[in-house]
């Protein structure tokens, strides 16, 4: 509100009719600074929404690593608890271990890490789990929101991806969830990267070099052990193919992180660190803008993202 005083100001008062258009112009260049961020120091404050305790890592780690590296605030946040997940445990027991792992892998990331009180695999995007996002968002002062696109495989992923579509818009309003108070603008929404193709691929709207903070992401990843070593192995039967030491399960997991980069990502690369440069990056995360929060501009992507080099 103070910039929209001064920037009226600047308009209607005589005084500075000689020179308005200058002033306004400069006012309004440090005005666009804080267009997406809804506090103060104009630091973006980032939050990503995973269905449970160990999405967030794998869709948008490298890039929360990097963020938290230049001292921006990242908040992961799981929507389930995760007590489903397992082929032995279940129920209180896993969803108390997964907590610890997922403290461990916001500890490594340097994120922090919430993990809310729904149920595994019985997710449903209903108004109390909406009102719970909207919560969240609000409460980090949320400038970019991430999630999954609501057409994943698993029914609390594209749950997940509903839940935060549904919270963009209404996280500006004041009359809902009433208990926290309403952000003064509706941040920018993206989606994680996936491979389906219906009803319509991935756009990879953006794309991040992670090369420097995959290694990070790949000791993040480890603290989830009851999902890369045990679970995901399990019911993708290869769990003959986990190894049992520690140091030759870092190098198994990179090895299996290690996803080639689409030509789509590519491109984004290319655009957005230069042709040469982003030929070269080795390992990159992407996300799609959700048509329903703020759309930013390329100018404005780079102030979202400060480890993109500047133009
Ligand atoms: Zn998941």
Redesign the pocket.
């Known amino acids: 509100m103070r910039y929209l005083h001064i920037v009226s100001l600047c308009i209607y008062s005589p005084i500075f009719l000689n020179m308005k258009r200058l002033v306004c112009l400069l006012i309004l260049a440090s005005f666009s600074n804080f267009l997406f961020s809804q506090t103060d120091d104009s630091k973006v404050r980032v939050i990503m929404f995973?269905?449970?305790p160990?999405?967030c890592d794998?869709g948008g780690g490298g890039t929360a690593a990097l963020f938290a590296s230049m001292g921006y605030a990242v908040k992961f946040v799981a929507v389930?608890n995760?007590d489903a997940?397992h082929q032995t445990d279940g129920g209180p027991t896993l969803a108390k271990r997964r907590f610890a792992e997922a403290q461990e892998a916001g500890k490594r990331f340097g994120v922090t890490y919430d993990v809310l009180d729904n149920h595994d695999g019985l997710l449903m995007p209903s108004l109390d789990v909406r009102l719970q996002v909207i919560k969240k968002i609000r409460e980090w002062y949320a400038d970019i929101v991430i999630a999954?696109r609501p057409n994943d495989y698993?029914p609390?992923?594209r749950y997940?991806g509903v839940l935060v579509q549904d919270a963009a818009y209404m996280v500006a309003v004041p009359n809902i969830e009433k208990g926290t108070p309403a952000l003064k603008k509706n941040p920018v929404f993206m989606y994680f990267q996936d491979y389906f193709q219906r009803p319509n691929p991935f756009r990879p709207d953006i794309a991040i070099d992670i090369s420097k903070t995959f290694d990070q992401k790949i000791n993040a990843l480890d603290a989830h052990v009851s999902q890369f070593y045990e679970w995901l192995p399990w019911i993708g039967h290869y769990s003959e193919e986990v190894p049992a030491g520690h140091a030759e399960r870092i190098k198994w997991m990179s090895k299996r992180e290690d996803i080639p980069i689409t030509p789509e990502v590519r491109k984004a690369l290319q655009k957005w660190y230069g042709q040469d440069a982003g030929n070269s990056v080795q390992h990159a995360e992407a996300f799609e803008i959700c048509e329903y929060g703020a759309q930013p501009n390329a100018e404005q992507l780079r102030r979202l993202f400060p480890m993109l080099p500047k133009n």
Do not use: K
């Open positions: 995973g269905a449970h160990d999405d794998q389930t995760g997940g999954p698993h609390d992923h997940t």
